[in-house]
């Protein structure tokens, strides 16, 4: 048997340690995806840090009933083709749901998919859970108010992650995004009441 050259044994070692390289790089960046798409959550309840969510506010000018209305019907009563894209109900009970909600990410080229639980206080508040998505907890409510002639939500949460520093900067990357989906999604809830309001 021959034996190997001292040149045949380091590219043998080299070649190990790119695939290995290869391997983990690989591995990281799908761990990464997974996070991201909440595919692959990370809840090991060590390290936990929380952060505030909001608070936002919004004054919406329609009755308190017709913006409760807007924020449940897409869990509690028919939904537009376009909704039904965004949130899908797994499960209904009388006054709660659990809800698989789909956001678009990274430039719309992936979809992060979380899974919450809604309760429904009418017509005064709506609080989410997270069940499932890229940070190990979030909760969140809707609390709606008689402010005038109209109505003001104010949104408030927390978000947790775990991991101490490593959390805390994955927090940082989460939170941004996540507040700014909340926002868009209260612009729309002002638009549609206010349009209900009008016709009304």
Known sequence: MRRR????????????????AAVAGAGAAAGYLGLVTGAVPLDVGVGRRTRPLGPQTVDVAAPREVVFDVVAQPYLGRTTRAMREKVQVLE?????????????????????????????????????????????????SFVLTEH????RLVYEGELATDLWRAGQWWGGLVAPRWEATVATSLAAIRQEAERRAKTA
């Open 148 to 151: 005038g002639p109209g109505t």
């Open 5 to 20: 050259t001292r040149g045949e044994v380091s590219a043998m070692v080299w070649i190990g340690a790119l695939t290995t």
């Open 92 to 140: 209904r009970g009388t006054d709660m749901v659990l809800a698989a909600h789909r956001t678009p990410v990274a430039g719309g080229r992936l979809t992060a998919t979380t899974t919450e639980t809604v309760r429904f206080t009418r017509p005064e508040r709506v609080d989410f859970r997270l069940v499932r998505g890229p940070v190990p907890t979030v909760t969140e």
